[in-house]
């Protein structure tokens, strides 16, 4: 089984309001990824956690903040977005065993958010 | 650095044309390299990989062969069908980074 599963589906927020991305694997893998991705565009990375620690955080600004509960989980807080937020976050994870960072990465579903 | 270039779309065929969508890298050492696949409003799917060179990746009739010599990834697929309507996004990942360094995706409509 190669699933990562990400909560909610859809998702329409207000400039002011807090909430929060989930997103699941349950393959054993030991980085876990968050990617936003504009239309007609290619992913871009957000942040990367590895062994469930911080490891890249590529410059997001801090009104997206990132959590690792536990090694299946990862969850992306969200609070005071703007309309340019809007996009589709997708969550993906790789094995890394290694630490190489060249293992397969899988993807999610991604969460479409639109903020207003 | 690592760079990833695909041919620029979209690529418009009829239903059974030949496809090939190229892709050529520029990394340092022995990169991985992958095709992923978006379906409209959906998130990446692995489509294949190669992990070293003259690997050749296959998947649902997808193909494409690890050419260190021309850093090229090219994909093919003989006979495309209108559910192949798609992006088509190469990639690859390098040693020390966690990085995964994107095409800027093929956009492929298939006719009927």
């Known amino acids: 089984d190669t699933e990562v599963t990400q909560t909610p589906k859809h998702l329409v927020m207000g400039m002011t309001n807090k909430k929060s991305l989930k997103c699941e694997q349950h393959m054993g893998h030991r980085a876990m990824y968050w990617y936003k991705q504009k239309a007609k565009k290619p992913p871009e990375l957000m942040f990367v956690?590895?062994?469930?620690?911080?490891?890249i955080n590529e410059s997001v600004p801090s009104r997206f903040s990132p959590e690792c509960p536990n090694s299946s989980l990862l969850n992306l807080h969200l609070h005071a977005l703007q309309p340019e937020d809007s996009a589709l976050y997708l969550c993906?994870?790789?094995?890394?065993?290694?630490?190489?960072?060249?293992?397969?990465?899988?993807f999610g579903p991604g969460t479409r958010l639109t903020v207003l | 650095g690592n760079s990833v270039t695909q041919m620029e779309g979209p690529v418009t065929l009829s239903e059974e044309a030949f496809l090939t969508i190229n892709c050529t890298y520029t990394?340092?050492?022995?990169?991985?390299l992958f095709w992923y696949v978006q379906y409209p409003g959906e998130g990446l799917q692995l489509l294949l990989k190669?992990?070293?060179?003259?690997d050749k990746g296959s998947n649902k009739g997808f193909e494409a062969t690890y050419r260190k010599e021309t850093t090229s990834f090219h994909l093919e697929k003989g006979s495309v069908q209108v559910s192949d309507s798609a992006v088509y996004f190469c990639?690859?990942?390098?040693?020390?980074?966690?990085?995964?360094?994107f095409g800027a995706g093929t956009r492929l409509f298939v006719k009927a």
């Open positions: 956690y590895s062994y469930e620690k911080l490891s």
């Open positions: 993906a994870s790789s094995q890394e065993t290694g630490g190489q960072g060249t293992d397969t990465q899988y």
């Open positions: 990639a690859l990942r390098n040693t020390g980074g966690f990085k995964t360094i």
């Open positions: 190669a992990t070293k060179a003259d």
């Open positions: 990394a340092t050492g022995y990169p991985s």
